[in-house]
């Protein structure tokens, strides 16, 4: 029951969501090794692990989804549209 601001990117690979827009819900952060994500501006960023089969909606579709955590600025999650 979290409401956040997303972010639908016609050039995005994955899902991305700031890690701490899940604070107070019961999903747990899986630890994947280090692995860099390459941003819009170029900048490598470190992926601090994924949120597995995430479940969302969007109005009234249902998802689910694996989302990548990073330290996103201006939105809580980058939806890719595959």
Request: with cysteine; hydrophobic share 45%.
């Amino acid at each position: 029951g979290v409401t956040l601001l997303a972010l639908l990117d016609l050039g995005s690979t994955h899902n991305f969501i700031f890690k701490e827009a899940v604070w107070g819900t019961s999903l747990q952060l899986e630890c994947r090794g280090t692995m860099k994500v390459i941003v819009a501006d170029g900048e490598h960023i470190t992926c601090l692990g994924v949120f597995c089969r995430t479940p969302f909606s969007i109005t009234s579709e249902a998802f689910k989804v694996d989302l990548l955590a990073l330290p996103l600025a201006s939105y809580n999650v980058v939806l890719d549209t595959h």
